[in-house]
Nanobody, 122 residues
Framework: QVQLVESGGGLAQAGGSLTLSCIASGRTFSRYNLGWFRQAPGKEREFVAAISLIAGRTYYADSVKGRFTISRDNAKRTLYLHVNSLKPEDTAVYYC???????????????WGQGTQVTVSP
């Protein structure tokens, strides 16, 4: 079992930056692939980024590639998403997730956080 708690969301202007964090509880954090998903109003939840258990290989949705960076600190049980060059279309609730296939088509994670809102103004 893994419990995930996100933080770091908020209001930002277009072109700005934020860092989202996800702290995990449970002893098996380091055994899971981890990632971020997001859901904008009226849209389905979509994959944003993932980082694998082995070698920390990273995967990104095309819409965020080059602007977002995912990283993990297993010692701190924390997952990060550094978001730069924000666009209004990045406005969404961002969810931390664990235990899924690390790829750009990850399937449904077994564990989810409660989400953190990111709002980008023009």
């Amino acid at each position: 079992q893994v419990q995930l708690v996100e933080s770091g969301g908020g209001l930002a202007q277009a072109g700005g930056s934020l860092t989202l964090s996800c702290i995990a509880s449970g002893r098996t954090f380091s055994r899971y692939n981890l990632g971020w998903f997001r859901q904008a109003p009226g849209k389905e939840r979509e994959f944003v980024a993932a980082i694998s258990l082995i070698a920390g290989r990273t995967y990104y949705a095309d819409s965020v590639k080059g602007r977002f960076t995912i990283s993990r600190d297993n010692a701190k049980r924390t997952l990060y998403l550094h978001v730069n060059s924000l666009k209004p279309e990045d406005t969404a609730v961002y969810y931390c997730a664990a235990d899924f296939v690390a790829s750009t088509t990850p399937g449904t994670p077994a564990y989810w956080g409660q989400g953190t809102q990111v709002t980008v103004s023009p």
